[in-house]
């Protein structure tokens, strides 16, 4: 039986845990609800204006459409199986389409024009994930991870770097390539700061934003890295791997969210009012209610 000094300890210790998951930004009582299982591999999850979100299912090369009425539907086949996504200013979805190596923007109607398709005449490794600027401008990360459906057994780059592409620009400039393996990509609200998680070197890095979209200032912000992320309006940050782990805007460790399966991909805040936390992993989507919206 614990001394009364082990028993205080461990007390302190629960009370402690207890606190740090309170500080989760849940609604009262919420709970992780599964949409559907019936997918492969799950990823990308991004929100229209209206709160709908879209996600891909890798494996089957398939877009889908989860909606704010609880729907969900099959938004586009055929998608060059496409990975992380984003909305831009008017509308239209943005997907790292790695089958080719390419940048994609789908308007509403389906009809697709390829952004980027190599860098300096050599195909990219395969964009990951991206994120859409204030100003219109892409930054994307491009690991390389080799796929069943390329033929090719090796990158043509030397380097697995983080991309911007200026608004209106056909090429594409490297912003950081100190790099193991980028992946995880988002900025700030104000376009200021951007995030961007090395998955090969678990770590996860804050950027300061330059005028011209380069990037400087570049500090250790989590000692993690992740798949995909997310931001609330408190500028949490949501990585993501093992289930979900929520940091606050200073890097401290505010709680994690478990998730069934073995890999949560990634995760975005959508809904009527952005308050509801869509979450892939493996074959599986869910939801979970939130007090606070996302970014």
Known sequence: MPKPFERLCIAALLCFSGLVQAALPMAEGAKLKLVSDQFVFTEGPAADAAGNIYFTDQPNDTIWKFAVDGSLSLFMDDAGRSNGMAFDGEGNLLTCADEKGELWRVAPNGEVTVLVKDFAGKRLNGPNDLWVDP????????????????????????????????????????????????????????????????????????????????????????EMGSDGMALDRRGNLYLTGDGVTVLDKHGKHIGHIPVPGDWTANVTFGGEHGRTLFITAGPAVYTLAMRVAGM
């Open 135 to 222: 100003a219109g401008g892409i930054y994307f990360t491009d690991p390389y991870y080799q796929r069943p459906y390329w033929e090719h057994s090796a990158p043509e780059l030397d380097k697995e770097a983080v991309y911007y592409l200026p608004p209106d620009a056909q090429e594409p400039l490297v912003v950081a390539d100190d790099l193991v393996k980028p992946n995880g990509i988002i900025g700030s609200s104000d376009g200021k700061t951007l995030y961007v998680a090395d998955i090969g070197d678990d770590k996860t890095y804050a950027y300061s934003v330059l005028a011209d979209g380069q990037l400087s200032a570049k500090k250790l912000f989590a």
